[in-house]
């Protein structure tokens, strides 16, 4: 058992409807020793991949990512999620379903920073259904880079995404995935 | 002139009407080598401070914020713009009014994550008019913790929230002051 699952069995909280917070250590208040950690074991994981950049979305991505960038010496790029007066013209987009906040809303990626000799390091803290990374995957294949990897913390394996993803045929590396989630806060891992 | 400074008369583009893109290597893509060398300098400034924890606003503050943490050694926080059902009951709450996409918007942080212990070190990339640093502020004294410090990458010096927030006796430190910038693209540092 890694460092995650330990810490997630130490602090998560589960609450009914298969809803885990860790807001205490990963997407609120966040622990960047432990993030440090994550870097570490997916250093290991994917550094013969030949990554050149780390794509993640905005928002509670971007601390996991900046610390795995970090790691991997290369850029960070964080998709956005709407259109803002700030970034101009030449963008990838496309259209994502939150799972969380039950809407679709569009993220962006400027041309000029990913290219078709990319190899992409894709990282978000949760999968779910696969809906954000299926939209990163498709911004990443827009642009004609290849998928290097793909880095998740925590991953609802009681869910479609984790499935879905790896029978496309992608690398993906969970850290912690969790099988099971009980109303009375039993946490099983794969 | 520090590293900052020398990066955006580098790689920075101005557009009319004041507005900078870092686009490239500050809050799109991201270069985590130079956010190393904005932490050390940081670190610098505010290390007899005592600082306890970083606080920064989503999204495009948390990665400068993450390796800010990373160099103090303390837990990062970001306050969310809005009420997910991922959070529960108890956050202290404030309202900003962005610049950039004209709205007011709710911005909040669980009060177990902050409390009167707590010399708070706010950190974020940009400072114009000071809207999200008043909130930021107004998060950590709601709390009844101290504001350690101010950390800023970019503030523009020809907008009024610099001098406000000096003006109301607050320790900012802003690693790049953009007093002058012309439409033809001239930057001109304080």
Known sequence: MNVLCERILKDGKVYPGHILKVDGFLNHQIDVELL??????TYEYFKSEGITKVLTIEASGI???TVVSQRFGVPLLFAKKSKTKNIA???YKTSVQSYTHDTVYDVIVSKEYISSDDR???V????AMGNALMGLIDLT???GATVGGICIAIEKGFQEGGRKIRAAGYN???LAVIDEMTDDGKITFR
Chains 1, 2 share one sequence.
Do not use: W
């Not at 440090?36 to 074991?41: C, P, R, Y």
């Not at 978000?124 to 999968?127: A, I, K, P, V």
């Open 36 to 41: 440090e950690n994550i870097a570490d074991l």
């Open 63 to 65: 601390a996991i990512a």
């Open 89 to 91: 013209g030449d963008v």
């Open 120 to 122: 992409i390091l894709i």
């Open 124 to 127: 978000d803290d949760f999968l």
């Open 141 to 143: 294949e827009q642009a």
């Open 172 to 174: 993906l590396y969970s």
